[in-house]
């Protein structure tokens, strides 16, 4: 069993699709079983709350429901309970590690770095832009989660 979690600020935008994304790759890979997948926000401002409608909306787009998730805050015990906890942006980042102790056993790094592209990439914040930027998330998370999902399958 490997645990995956995926953090943003709001636990609202970003990381819920993330969660969404990524446990749909695992899906139609047929090991749902082998993955435990969460996401939370390093600010709690939207704790209980369902994902923004906007992040909903391009999930649904491509054949994803996210819209029974509900956000959480990010906790420290999350560095023990996860193998893996990724950062949609270096803020996220900075505010994770703040958190870590000595029994913190997970390991942390920005999502992007799954990828291919450079090096320390973000996933940009949407919350205050427009339609588009959704889409753009979605296309960097789901990018992400393949890359991800071949790595954690030892296929690269
Ligand atoms: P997220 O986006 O971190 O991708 O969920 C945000 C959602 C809400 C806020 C900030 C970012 N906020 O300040 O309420």
Known sequence: MTRVLFV?????????????VFRHHVVQAGLTGAFEIDSAGTG????GESPDRRSVKV??????????????????ADLERYDEVFAMDRSNLVNIERLATATSSARVGLFLDESDGPRGAEVPDPYYGGRDGFDDVFGMVDA???????????DR
């Open 8 to 20: 943003c600020l709001g636990n609202i935008c970003r990381s819920p699709l993330a969660e969404g």
């Open 59 to 76: 999930a649904q787009k491509h054949g994803i429901d996210i819209s029974r998730q509900r956000a959480r805050k990010f906790v420290e």
């Open 44 to 47: 709690g401002w939207h704790v």
């Open 144 to 154: 992400a989660s393949a890359a991800l999902l071949q790595r954690l399958r030892g």
